[in-house]
């Protein structure tokens, strides 16, 4: 098929094609993640973040493909989570940079968009890594370009980037040595391969790929209910929301379902062929996640705080609040965790990090609420700095991101923080201290891999420090006793340790003791953090 003119329509439909095709695959992607730990996975952030842009294209019918593209770049902008999304938006923006006043465009203009992409995506990232999906996009990109010198099929053109894309991303394991460790090509260059599939779809039989629907609409209709009605009597906080999409389809449902109900009311669980759909309102959004991770892997979670709702309707507008100088916006999981960035002086607790990266929208959202001079936002996560860097371009509010890694470098930088100090000097006070702290994890590996000279197997007790492996076991309390002795050093003079929310008091107050007993000139401290999936996160100083 030859098709020499793009217009808005086909592109809208490619789009949509292509967050189909991405959703429909998101586990594939997700089993390319090189570390095995329950984090927020690649091709979930780039579905989600697809996704947004999908529904709001979907909107419009017969405007410019210059309009769609505007569409397509803000939608995918504030809809991006983690870093896989951010970029992803970053390569849509150019992509609509490029197309700017066109109401129909021909190959090589497409081409063009494609690589006005890959040069808005790398700008966008501070220290761009090769082997991962700025080389897959560029690659295709500059096939691309080649290809449209010789051409007017917009078809070919697409066909042969996405040959290229392909080539280039069973080459990422020699350009970046911890995919050849582990085996497997990089993720977001396949996300980005299952994109242009589904847009080329569009293209050739004039047909997008469909969403995979396992509910009926009736379920669908009475599991998304809208927003429970808000009053000043909540027992249960959290409306939470999720999708599991089972390991295998012979999952004991009605023994999660028994497990869960003790944490809440309004329970909704939907059991189909391959998801389950869940509902709740809880206190503990925490253990009802760990719960469904037993199960499968998760999409589409949505945490309300339903009191914070409820108080922001009766609680006078932000106009009304007198502006002070300093505000904090953080991302945080764990009922432990909030509190103490809470006490620490946190204006708005973002419920998110692990497995829950929150979208530009989300931090923008909360940014939203606060009437201060400065803002300041601590991301706690690696993957989330990105989308708060976002956020910081989309207001004219005077924010700061500082760059935390971790809550407990989230925690330490508020520590540290001055009230009476201008902005620039608590900034670099904040930037000093993240130098100076370590962060320990001890979670679980969700499946078989190889890490460094580790044979790694599902359900491995695994230590970490700043996301790195360092130990494995099988029993949690052995594992982060043997991370503490790896921590240590004669600089160490501070040793705090947050419990999560599947770790007992006594199991917590035995790795305490261990750290007084065996760490003598450190001074050490126990919180109940609460926090899901991470049996302890420890901080030394």
Not at 4 to 18: F, H, Q, R, V, Y
Not at 331 to 345: F, R, T
Not at 393 to 399: F, G, P, R, S, V
Request: aromatic fraction near 6%; charged fraction near 25%; proline fraction near 3%.
């Amino acid at each position: 098929m030859i098709i020499t003119e793009l217009n808005g329509k086909i592109l809208k439909d490619m789009i949509i094609s292509a967050a189909n095709h991405l959703e429909n695959n998101q586990k594939t992607v997700n089993e390319l993640n090189v570390f095995p730990v329950p984090d927020g996975d690649t091709g979930t952030n780039m579905s989600l973040t697809l996704s947004a842009a999908s529904k709001e294209v979907n909107q419009y019918d017969n405007e410019s493909i210059s309009f769609i593209a505007d569409i397509l770049a803000s939608a995918s902008l504030r809809g991006a989570r983690g870093n896989s999304g951010v970029i992803l938006s970053q390569l849509f923006r150019g992509f609509a940079k490029e197309l700017k006043g066109y109401d129909v465009i021909n190959a090589a203009v497409f081409a063009k968009a494609l690589k006005t992409g890959v040069d808005t995506a790398y700008r966008a990232v501070m220290k761009p890594t090769e082997g991962t999906i700025l080389t897959v996009a560029r690659e295709s990109a500059r096939r691309a370009m080649a290809v449209s010198e010789n051409t007017d099929s917009i078809v070919e053109v697409l066909e042969q980037a996405l040959k290229q894309a392909n080539e280039t991303l069973q080459k990422t394991p020699d350009m970046l040595p911890t995919l050849k460790q582990a085996g497997v090509v990089d993720a977001g260059g396949k996300g980005l391969i299952f994109i242009m599939e589904g847009a080329l779809n569009v293209l050739i039989t004039g047909q997008g790929i469909q969403r995979r629907v396992a509910v009926s609409e009736q379920e669908q209709e009475s599991f998304s209910h809208g927003p429970a009605k808000a009053d000043g009597n909540i027992q249960f906080s959290y409306c939470t929301e999720f999708i599991i999409n089972k390991h295998h389809k012979q999952v004991d449902v009605n023994q999660y379902k028994n497990i869960i109900k003790t944490q809440g009311d309004s329970m909704l669980v939907i059991d189909d062929d391959d998801i389950i759909k869940t509902h709740i309102h809880t206190n503990n959004p925490g253990i009802v996640i760990q719960e469904a991770l037993k199960l499968g892997w998760l999409t589409n979670i949505k945490i309300d705080n339903m009191k914070e709702q409820h108080n922001h309707l009766i609680a006078p507008k932000k106009e009304d609040v007198p502006k002070k100088k300093y505000a904090f916006i953080a991302v945080a999981n764990g009922e432990g965790m909030v509190k103490i960035l809470k006490d620490l002086g946190v204006d708005e607790v973002i419920q998110g990090g692990q497995t829950m990266n929150p979208s530009t929208d989300s931090i923008l959202n909360a940014v939203n609420q606060l009437n201060a001079e400065f803002i300041f936002i601590l991301p706690n996560n690696k993957n989330i700095i990105l989308a708060a860097e976002q956020a910081k371009h989309l207001t004219d509010k005077n924010i700061v991101v500082v760059p935390t890694k971790s809550v407990v470098q989230g925690i330490a930088s508020m520590v540290v923080f001055n009230p009476d100090e201008d902005s620039e000097e608590n900034f670099n006070n904040m930037m000093e201290v993240l130098e100076n702290v370590k962060t320990g994890q001890v979670t679980y590996a969700v499946r078989d891999t190889k890490y460094e000279d580790k044979e790694i197997k599902e359900g491995d007790i695994l230590g970490l420090v700043d996301n790195q492996i360092v130990n494995t076991g099988n029993n949690v309390n052995d594992t982060c006793k043997e991370l503490l002795d790896f921590m240590i050093d004669e600089n160490s003079s501070m040793i705090t340790i947050y419990y999560g929310a599947d770790v007992s008091h006594q199991d917590a107050e035995e790795i305490a003791a261990y750290a007084k007993e065996h760490f003598e000139d450190c001074e050490v401290e126990l919180y109940d953090g609460g926090q899901p999936l991470y049996y302890y996160t420890i901080s030394v100083e």
